[in-house]
Structures are given as structure tokens and as C-alpha cells.
């Protein structure tokens, strides 16, 4: 199965700063097959880029995805209290369908 | 946009089944769509269970393939996941989501806690 590690595993941040998150493949995973997913406290995540750089519905442009083959990226610039978060990538390119472990945010 | 909710028993024995089902509204089990089962254990990260189509094919997690049945009810417009022989290990948030054919990225239903315990 293809593993997905994660990167930092914490991220303290100021408000206002940019967060850069990094997925990286145990194998080559398509562009259109790298997902990644917001999961607040107590929620249900929720999709926020498809395609490894297509935003979801109701996105905000200040999050971002981008990469290729075994390393992706997702970008959050200008940070909000609110994307206190843990960030999950997911890939389809492969079954079973794995998620990395996870990235928690934390705004100072 | 497809809506999902689970429903089910929140606390099952060790040994034995945990059935958990998903009602689909604003969209039909009949649409091309693949339904989807998610776990997460208290604290974890996520783990994909299955996923079945609208003409009954399946695609499961080949860790939990021997325990694992997932069905579809088109008249009802929901979709079912059994899981045999639980353990404590199985405790987890479990949540349906859902990807239109050809999509790849979920959208979420909120999440059902099951517990396996005695």
C-alpha cells in the first residue's frame, strides 16, 4: 500500500504568517489522486483540495495545493485563528485509499 | 450536494457484529457515486474502510476484507457496513462520505462513535 507521511507533525504559527505542509508518497501518486482534508476539533473533516491543487466548494483562496509525483503541498497563507486544524492528505491513486497521519495547526 | 447521515448502536460486544448504516438525501445510492466508510479511533488519524458502487461492486480495505461486508439498499436510498468479530481495537468514530465516480476527494457525513466493550 502506498504510505503518505506527513510533515511537520506540529505547526505553531503567528496569525497572518503562511503554513506550508508537506505530504510525501512512499510510491508516485497522479495529480488528480492527492487529496487534502480540515478536520476541526469534534468535526467531520472536510475536503479542501482535490486533484493536488483543485479548491473545494467554498474553499477560501487562501488555501493552496501543489506538487507532483511523491511530494505535495499544501499552502495556507495569511492565517486565521479559525484554521486551528489537523490537516490530513488522502491518496487514490492506489487501493486501499490511505490518509497520511496528520499535520496539527496551532495559532499562537 | 449529497448529504449523509449514519446511524446505528453506539456500543456493541467483543465478537460480535457492528452494522452501521448511512442515509443519503439531496442525492440518490443510484447516482454514479462510490459510498464510502471511514474510521477513526479516539485520538488516531483516519482509516479507510470500503467503498461500494451503485451496481454492488466493491472495494475494501484488504486489513479488514475478512470481516467486512458492505451493502446497498436502493429503496431506501442508504448504504450499510458489517463489520464481524469486533474487538476493542474497532472503537473509532466511523463516518460515511461519499465521491462522485471519477472524483477523488470525500464529502463527509458527522461521524458516529461505536464503542466495543462489554
Known amino acids: 500500500e502506498i504510505v503518505l507521511t506527513q510533515s511537520p507533525g506540529t505547526l505553531s504559527l503567528s496569525p497572518g504568517e503562511r503554513a506550508t505542509l508537506s505530504c510525501r508518497a512512499s510510491?508516485?501518486?497522479?495529480?488528480?489522486?492527492l487529496a487534502w482534508y480540515q478536520q476541526k476539533f469534534g468535526q467531520a473533516p472536510r475536503l479542501l483540495i482535490y486533484?493536488?491543487?483543485s479548491r473545494a466548494t467554498g474553499i477560501p483562496d487562501r488555501f493552496s495545493g501543489s506538487g507532483s509525483g511523491t511530494d505535495f503541498t499544501l499552502t495556507i497563507s495569511r492565517l486565521e485563528p479559525e484554521d486551528v486544524a489537523v490537516y490530513y492528505c488522502?491518496?487514490?491513486?492506489?487501493?486501499?485509499?490511505?490518509f497520511g497521519q496528520g499535520t496539527k495547526l496551532e495559532i499562537k | 450536494q449529497v448529504h449523509l447521515q449514519e446511524s446505528g448502536p453506539g456500543l456493541v460486544k467483543p465478537s460480535g457484529t457492528l452494522s452501521l448504516t448511512c442515509v443519503v438525501s439531496?442525492?440518490?445510492?443510484?447516482?454514479?457515486?462510490?459510498w464510502n466508510w471511514v474510521r477513526q479511533p479516539p485520538g488516531q488519524g483516519l482509516e479507510w474502510i470500503g467503498e461500494?458502487?451503485?451496481?454492488?461492486?466493491?472495494n475494501y480495505n484488504p486489513s479488514l476484507r475478512s470481516r467486512l461486508t458492505m451493502s446497498l439498499d436502493k429503496s431506501k436510498n442508504q448504504f450499510s457496513l458489517n463489520l464481524h468479530s469486533v474487538t476493542a481495537t474497532d472503537t473509532a468514530v466511523y463516518y460515511c462520505?461519499?465521491?462522485?465516480?471519477?472524483?477523488?476527494?470525500?464529502?463527509w457525513g458527522q461521524g458516529t462513535l461505536v464503542t466495543v466493550s462489554s
Open positions: 461500494i458502487f451503485r451496481d454492488g461492486n466493491t
Open positions: 510510491q508516485s501518486v497522479g495529480i488528480n489522486y
Open positions: 486533484g493536488a491543487s
Open positions: 488522502q491518496q487514490f491513486d492506489a487501493s486501499p485509499y490511505t
Open positions: 462520505a461519499s465521491r462522485r465516480f471519477g472524483d477523488y476527494g470525500f464529502s
Open positions: 439531496s442525492g440518490s445510492t443510484n447516482g454514479s457515486y462510490w
